[in-house]
């Protein structure tokens, strides 16, 4: 094996999500140390922490698609398979995890709407009481 396909295969061996919040008090975590895995040089300290490392991996895909089909909502809508007020609410609930929603946007279905889509397997059940308490 040569060093380069050792160091790119001992970095996807340890490729893992760090959590965002302590599992303890539930506080934010900070980022205290970085370690480099070619030669191991670690650096400490009090780093930004990244707001996108902590998204879940349907959270990204989410928004690689967005981004690659340039703000589409319609393309999003059709990788996810799901309706268009689905696909908003998918999008404004990552828009909330990032810090980045405005003013709470009003619902956009009604309730059968919301129960069609459970029904579909569009939404899940959590999503839906969402959407049902702010109807």
Do not use: W
């Amino acid at each position: 094996m040569t060093e380069r396909t050792h160091r790119s295969h001992d970095r996807r061996s340890h490729d893992h999500r760090a959590p965002a919040d302590c599992p303890v008090c539930g506080d934010r975590l900070a980022v205290t140390r970085l370690g480099c895995a070619s030669c191991g040089t670690e650096l400490a300290g009090i780093f930004t922490s990244c707001p996108f490392c902590a998204l879940e991996e349907n959270d990204l895909e989410i928004l690689r698609v967005f981004l690659t089909s340039r703000g589409n909502m319609r393309e999003v809508e059709k990788h996810l398979g799901v309706s268009y007020p689905t696909t908003r609410l998918r999008f404004t609930q990552l828009l909330e995890k990032l810090g980045l929603a405005g003013e709470p946007e009003p619902a956009v279905l009604t309730r059968d709407q919301v129960l069609s889509e459970v029904a579909a397997g569009a939404l899940t059940p959590a999503e839906a009481q969402k959407l049902l308490e702010s109807l």
